[in-house]
Nanobody
Framework: QVQLVESGGGLVQAGDSLRLSCAAS????????MAWFRQAPGKEREGVAVIDWSGGTTYTADSVKGRFTISRDNAKNTVFLQMNSLKPEDTAVYYC???????????????????WGQGTQVTVSS
């Protein structure tokens, strides 16, 4: 079992920055691919960014490319999402997720993730 706890959300203005954190506890953190998803009201949950177990490979959704950066600190069992130049359309609940690094298949498929945090609200005003 892995427990994930997100933090760092809040209410900001367009153009501002936020840094989300996700603290993991339980099994060996480096055994997991980590991801950030988000879900806006009335919309499906979508992948935002993914990072492999070592931090050496990352993927970022086109909608946030150049503005959001995912990173991890395996020594601190934490994954981060640095969000810059925030837009009102970034408003959503942001979720941290984990899946075994040995699992195959698309890293964007939310059904492949075994563990989820409770989410943190990000609201961007115009």
């Amino acid at each position: 079992q892995v427990q994930l706890v997100e933090s760092g959300g809040g209410l900001v203005q367009a153009g501002d920055s936020l840094r989300l954190s996700c603290a993991a506890s339980g099994r060996t953190f480096s055994a997991y691919t980590m991801a950030w998803f988000r879900q806006a009201p009335g919309k499906e949950r979508e992948g935002v960014a993914v990072i492999d177990w070592s931090g050496g490979t990352t993927y970022t959704a086109d909608s946030v490319k150049g503005r959001f950066t995912i990173s991890r600190d395996n020594a601190k069992n934490t994954v981060f999402l640095q969000m810059n130049s925030l837009k009102p359309e970034d408003t959503a609940v942001y979720y941290c997720a984990a899946r075994s690094r040995s699992r195959s298949g698309s890293t964007w498929y939310r059904g492949s993730y075994d563990y989820w945090g409770q989410g943190t609200q990000v609201t961007v005003s115009s």
